[in-house]
């Protein structure tokens, strides 16, 4: 799963209740997709549907923070990104059953789970200055 990248300057012209309801529509569909690709439960669909909507709420939240403080350093977005990436990721394992587990790694979780311990393993080793 890939954080929600909505456009800065398509951003500016919308109500914060167009962008409300975008947010909502796309962690709906996320929710619909991964009900059909996983064959969730209602449990589950109830589950997934508050991880996504919590952690990205709290990733939006974090990242209007950084943009409201003028960081322009993109390693701090990418580190708040990485945050709530793992805390989704950590979150399905616990609804997830191993075979839809697997179905999950498949279809991009694997993928990205990598890419944020490369990112964790380079920040690790760089010498702090």
Same mark, same amino acid.
């Given at each position: 799963?890939? $954080?929600?990248?909505?456009? #800065?300057? $398509?951003? %500016?012209?919308?109500?914060?209740?167009?962008?409300?309801?975008?947010?909502?529509?796309?962690?709906?569909?996320?929710?619909?997709?991964? *009900?059909?690709?996983?064959?969730?439960?209602?449990?589950?669909?109830?589950?997934?549907?508050?991880?996504?909507?919590? !952690?990205?709420? #709290?990733?939006? $939240?974090?990242?209007? *923070?950084? =943009?409201? @403080?003028?960081? =322009?350093?993109? !390693?701090?977005?990418? !580190?708040?990104?990485?945050?709530?990436?793992?805390?989704?990721?950590? #979150?399905?394992?616990?609804?997830?059953?191993?075979?839809?587990?697997?179905?999950?790694?498949? =279809? @991009? $979780?694997?993928? %990205?789970?990598? #890419?944020?311990?490369?990112?964790?393993?380079?920040?690790?080793?760089?010498?702090?200055?």
């Amino acid at each position: 799963m890939t $954080a929600m990248y909505p456009e #800065a300057a $398509a951003q %500016d012209d919308k109500t914060p209740e167009q962008r409300e309801k975008e947010f909502r529509e796309a962690i709906e569909k996320q929710v619909e997709r991964m *009900e059909t690709q996983l064959n969730l439960e209602p449990w589950q669909v109830f589950y997934a549907d508050s991880i996504l909507t919590h !952690d990205y709420m #709290a990733l939006q $939240a974090e990242f209007a *923070e950084l =943009s409201a @403080g003028k960081v =322009s350093n993109v !390693d701090l977005f990418y !580190d708040v990104q990485d945050k709530w990436m793992e805390q989704m990721y950590q #979150a399905f394992r616990k609804i997830l059953n191993d075979k839809q587990w697997a179905q999950y790694e498949k =279809s @991009g $979780a694997a993928r %990205d789970k990598k #890419a944020r311990d490369k990112r964790a393993a380079k920040k690790k080793s760089k010498p702090v200055k």
